[in-house]
């Protein structure tokens, strides 16, 4: 007798986490395994925001918060909007959430009703398709390619849409290719969805401050599509504060209350000593801080050095992702090859063979919604993704 709901016998666990797990075990039994399938930065959180959070600790801020958050973080939230991204928001239209992952969850359970679609460019990151699963919405996949730097045109977003669309969901950067929109790429897909009247967008900008393209660009500065953009973001990625757990949204008033009636009943709101030190981050000078230009440096040299690794490889198809810190490459080359021991059918069979072969984790691309690639995480030394190049190029030698 299954005593688990269909709900939950309908998800995929992620698969970050499943590679994640899987390493940890090789690890557990001796094996030196590099993991280069983890979603975080490998820096430590800036002492600066440790100490706000010590601060808050001392000061006693321990208790409750609105479950939509601290008043003075949602009107920092406002003002970085308005001064780094030209968009206007009052606090009340910013929603605190613990992670950007329940900022999408909140607004996808909020909008979405059984059988309407959500539209996802793929490659996506692995949580939208088994959130939009919870909401009873039906996927829509819009297939891109790596000669295009994995990134959908207008055309392609118009042919998606039915009379069943909802939600428009992306990210930029993105996860899993690091692809970066233009303004001017934004501008006309906004204005190819600004024709259909109840279409909203969903715009995961949570790797903002990781790009390598120059100024980082919002789907919601243009007017007339202002007011159906939900711009989620959050601290995990660009200030290293993974563990925080601190994402937030701003949406049009009424969303936001939707997710905050939501929320309340789910989690409430995020830690507070989590908030007040997300506050701290915030409100610094993104331009000038130390850290977060060390940070961008770092994973900036880590990708070209990368690249010129992967180069180096027969068979193995990259673009030049523009941020983030995931290169995805074609590995389709190696698909009906074996080491005579394991026959490479997909991605999902490569990454399995390199680990247990090299002990290198990698995340399937089917994973992302795109069977042909893998995920590469550089969000670890040159030193570790020398080591792990190297193991990979003798490991697919042997395939033949």
């Not at 599509?225 to 973001?233: C, P, R, S």
């Not at 331009?287 to 060390?294: A, H």
Request: aromatic share 8%; with cysteine; proline share 4%.
């Amino acid at each position: 007798m299954n005593i688990l709901s269909d709900r939950v016998n309908n998800l995929s666990e992620s698969a970050t986490l499943e590679m994640t797990r899987l390493s940890r075990k090789l690890k557990a039994q001796g094996y030196d395994v590099i993991n280069l399938s983890i979603g975080e930065p490998d820096f430590n959180t800036p002492n600066y925001i440790k100490e706000a959070a010590k601060t808050a600790i001392d000061e006693n801020h321990t208790h409750y918060t609105p479950v939509s958050g601290l008043i003075e973080l949602r009107k920092a939230i406002a003002n970085k909007f308005k001064k780094e991204n030209n968009l206007d928001y009052n606090y009340e239209q910013i929603v605190i959430s613990n992670g950007a992952k329940q900022s999408i969850a909140n607004v996808i359970l909020s909008l979405v009703n059984p059988g309407e679609e959500v539209i996802l460019p793929s490659p996506y990151w692995v949580s939208y398709p088994e959130i939009t699963k919870l909401a009873q919405g039906k996927i829509v996949e819009i297939p891109t390619t790596i000669e295009n730097d994995f990134k959908v045109t207008p055309e392609q977003v118009e042919k998606a849409i039915t009379n069943k669309t909802k939600i428009f969901l992306f990210s930029s950067p993105c996860n899993p290719t690091g692809s970066f929109y233009s303004k001017d790429e934004l501008k006309k897909i906004a204005e190819v969805i600004s024709k259909h009247k109840n279409i909203f967008i969903i715009s995961d900008e949570i790797y903002e401050y990781i790009n390598f393209a120059g100024k980082h660009e919002s789907i919601a500065q243009f007017d007339f599509i202002k007011d159906k953009v939900i711009t989620v973001n959050g601290v995990s990625k660009g200030f290293a504060m993974t563990g925080w757990r601190i994402g937030y949204l701003a949406a049009p008033v009424e969303i936001a209350e939707a997710c905050d009636t939501l929320q309340g009943q789910i989690t409430s709101g995020a830690s507070s000593i989590s908030q007040l030190a997300a506050l701290t981050a915030i409100s610094s000078n993104t331009d000038t801080s130390n850290e977060l230009k060390e940070m961008q440096k770092a994973f900036k040299e880590r990708r070209d050095f990368l690249i010129e690794l992967l180069k180096n490889i027969q068979g193995i198809k990259i673009n030049i992702p523009a941020g983030a810190f995931y290169i995805f490459p074609d590995i389709s080359y190696y698909f009906g090859k074996s080491d005579g021991k394991t026959i490479i059918k997909n991605s999902t069979d490569l990454c399995l063979y390199l680990l247990n072969e090299v002990q290198v984790a990698m995340v399937t691309g089917s994973a992302f919604g795109n069977p042909n690639c893998i995920r590469i995480s550089y969000a670890t030394s040159k030193a570790q993704l020398e080591k792990a190049i190297k193991r990979i190029k003798e490991a697919l030698e042997k395939l033949i």
